[in-house]
T-cell receptor, first 115, second 113 residues
Framework: AQSVTQLDSQVPVFEEAPVELRCNYSSSVSVYLFWYVQYPNQGLQLLLKYLSGSTLVESINGFEAEFNKSQTSFHLRKPSVHISDTAEYFCAVSPNNNAGNMLTFGGGTRLMVKP | NAGVMQNPRHLVRRRGQEARLRCSPMKGHSHVYWYRQLPEEGLKFMVYLQKENIIDESGMPKERFSAEFPKEGPSILRIQQVVRGDSAAYFC???????????FGSGTRLTVV
C-alpha cells in the first residue's frame, strides 16, 4: 500500500517569489510519482511526472520536481510564481508494477499567489 | 482528440433518488478509473475497469454503488438511493495501459438535497 503526505494545506506567496510545495510518500514497492494541478471547478491536469531516469523533471510552465529516493520526497518548486499559478496542487503515486494504475493522492496544497 | 468526457457536469438529486454518472474515455484508451473528491479533500480511488471487466473495486462503498464499462458505450458509475454524504465531485480518468499516469475528465459534481 502507498500513502502520500502533503505537509502544507495552504501556501500563500507573493507574485514573483519562489515557492516549494512539499510531498512525501511511503510505499513498500517502487513507485511512479506525479503532480497534478486543479483550477477552481475544473478537473485535474497532469503537471509533471517521474517514471524513471533523471530525478529532476520539469513542466512546460516553469515548475520542476525532484525525486529523492532516500528521503521519499517529490517536492514541487517554481523560482518565480505568477497570479495564474493560484490553484490546488496534488501529489500522487502509483505502484511501479503490473498490478494496475491506481493513484494514491495526497490531501492537496492550495497555492495562493498574491499581487 | 476530445479527451475524457464526463457528463453531466453538475447533477442534483434528492435523497433516495438514483444518480448515473457517465464517462467516455479518450480514443484508444481501454482502462477507466473513477475517483471521488469530497469537499476540502484529495481524490480517493473508487474503481478500476477495463472493457466489460471490473479489475479493482477496493475503493467502492459496499452498498448502493456500482460501476460498469460495457463493450460499447461509456463507463457508468451508478449510485442508488443517494444520501447527503454522497455529495462530491466524481472524476473519471482513462489510460491506454499500465504505468505512466492517465488523463482526467472535468468531473461530475453531485449535490444531494
Amino acid at each position: 500500500a502507498q500513502s502520500v503526505t502533503q505537509l502544507d494545506s495552504q501556501v500563500p506567496v507573493f507574485e514573483e517569489a519562489p515557492v516549494e510545495l512539499r510531498c512525501n510518500y511511503s510505499s513498500s514497492v517502487s513507485v511512479y510519482l506525479f503532480w497534478y494541478v486543479q483550477y477552481p471547478n475544473q478537473g485535474l491536469q497532469l503537471l509533471l511526472k517521474y517514471l524513471s531516469g533523471s530525478t529532476l523533471v520539469e513542466s512546460i510552465n516553469g515548475f520542476e520536481a525532484e525525486f529523492n529516493k532516500s528521503q521519499t520526497s517529490f517536492h514541487l518548486r517554481k523560482p518565480s510564481v505568477h497570479i495564474s499559478d493560484t490553484a490546488e496542487y496534488f501529489c500522487a503515486v502509483s505502484p511501479n508494477n503490473n498490478a494496475g494504475n491506481m493513484l494514491t493522492f495526497g490531501g492537496g496544497t492550495r497555492l495562493m499567489v498574491k499581487p | 482528440n476530445a479527451g475524457v468526457m464526463q457528463n453531466p457536469r453538475h447533477l442534483v438529486r434528492r435523497r433516495g433518488q438514483e444518480a448515473r454518472l457517465r464517462c467516455s474515455p479518450m480514443k484508444g484508451h481501454s482502462h477507466v478509473y473513477w475517483y471521488r473528491q469530497l469537499p476540502e479533500e484529495g481524490l480517493k480511488f473508487m474503481v478500476y475497469l477495463q472493457k466489460e471487466n471490473i479489475i479493482d473495486e477496493s475503493g467502492m462503498p459496499k452498498e448502493r454503488f456500482s460501476a460498469e464499462f460495457p463493450k460499447e458505450g461509456p463507463s457508468i458509475l451508478r449510485i442508488q438511493q443517494v444520501v447527503r454524504g454522497d455529495s462530491a465531485a466524481y472524476f473519471c480518468a482513462s489510460s491506454p495501459g499500465q504505468g505512466g499516469g492517465y488523463t482526467f475528465g472535468s468531473g461530475t459534481r453531485l449535490t444531494v438535497v
